[in-house]
């Protein structure tokens, strides 16, 4: 019983520096995104 009460805990908690998992994920997605396109760039600009 008690490691069900603590898992439940655990998962209704909130992310640390942040006010929701929501934004985290956002954020990791958002800097793939970014990265994606940057490389992207990169690599138009450099291969001629």
Known sequence: ???EQ???EFEDS???HF???KIIY???LGN???MVALFYI???VFNE
């Open 26 to 28: 956002m954020l990791v």
């Open 1 to 3: 019983m008690d490691g």
């Open 14 to 16: 909130p992310p640390p």
């Open 42 to 44: 990169f690599t138009k």
């Open 6 to 8: 603590e898992l439940t």
């Open 32 to 34: 793939l995104a970014l």
């Open 19 to 21: 006010k929701s998992w």
